[in-house]
């Protein structure tokens, strides 16, 4: 089992309000987004005694470089403090990224019922798949080694719950992640705070 480790999605974006699939599109998060990210670094702030014992890393895009920031200010520590990662990216929707189901639906009809009904194992023309997401999170994961605050996306959070609880892939798939919340990695499993 790893170390104790906090995990954060990133705040609310304007595509996750307009349900878009967003992958590893680069957006901003919204002010609903950055209230998201301050309540959920109170909440480390009550919980991480050292932040010094901890590792800070977080994926790449913007959404979570400033979700991270916005974190570690509401912790008291400085903003630009920790390292990011590509492995943490969002599972890749390739072509589909930044259209809706609607809008994908529209463009060719039938186009989406191969992802409802696989929604683990499909992939987008262009994309990976959640299982494509896990063989990417996997390594990063298994090389934890130290006390760890996370700041990454949906996905990755999915994937963790089929790594660490082998849970079913399309309960995984299907699971609601929110983004006001903090999920802790602790000896007695994951739980969301």
Same mark, same amino acid.
């Given at each position: 089992?790893?170390?104790?480790?906090?995990?954060?999605?990133?705040?609310?974006?304007?595509?996750?309000?307009?349900?878009?699939?967003?992958?590893?599109?680069?957006?901003?998060?919204?002010?609903?987004?950055?209230?998201?990210?301050?309540?959920?670094?109170?909440?480390?702030?009550?919980?991480?005694?050292?932040?010094?014992?901890?590792?800070?890393?977080?994926?790449?895009?913007?959404?979570?470089?400033?979700?991270?920031?916005?974190? &570690? =200010?509401?912790?008291? #520590?400085? !903003?630009?403090?920790?390292?990011? @990662?590509?492995?943490? +990216?969002? %599972?890749?929707?390739?072509?589909?990224?930044?259209?809706?189901?609607?809008?994908?639906?529209?463009?060719?009809?039938?186009?989406?019922?191969?992802?409802?009904?696989?929604?683990?194992?499909?992939?987008?023309?262009?994309?990976?798949?959640?299982?494509?997401?896990?063989?990417?999170?996997?390594?990063?994961?298994?090389?934890?080694?130290?006390?760890?605050?996370?700041?990454?996306?949906?996905?990755?959070? &999915? =994937?963790?719950?089929? #790594?660490? !609880?082998?849970?079913?892939?399309? @309960?995984?798939?299907? +699971?609601? %992640?929110?983004?006001?919340?903090?999920?802790?990695?602790?000896?007695?499993?994951?739980?969301?705070?």
């Amino acid at each position: 089992m790893p170390p104790l480790c906090y995990f954060v999605r990133h705040g609310q974006t304007g595509w996750n309000a307009e349900l878009r699939l967003q992958g590893q599109a680069d957006t901003d998060i919204t002010e609903l987004g950055r209230r998201q990210a301050a309540r959920n670094g109170q909440c480390l702030a009550g919980l991480v005694e050292d932040p010094a014992a901890f590792d800070f890393v977080a994926s790449p895009l913007k959404r979570t470089r400033e979700t991270m920031e916005i974190v &570690r =200010t509401e912790m008291g #520590l400085p !903003e630009r403090g920790y390292r990011v @990662d590509s492995r943490l +990216m969002e %599972v890749h929707f390739g072509d589909w990224q930044g259209y809706t189901y609607a809008e994908l639906e529209a463009m060719r009809p039938g186009s989406t019922a191969a992802r409802l009904s696989d929604k683990w194992g499909f992939v987008a023309p262009g994309g990976e798949s959640y299982q494509m997401l896990l063989d990417r999170v996997r390594p990063w994961f298994e090389t934890l080694d130290r006390q760890t605050v996370c700041v990454t996306h949906g996905g990755v959070i &999915r =994937t963790l719950f089929k #790594l660490v !609880e082998d849970k079913p892939v399309a @309960d995984v798939a299907a +699971m609601d %992640v929110p983004q006001d919340r903090v999920l802790r990695l602790s000896d007695a499993g994951l739980e969301w705070l």
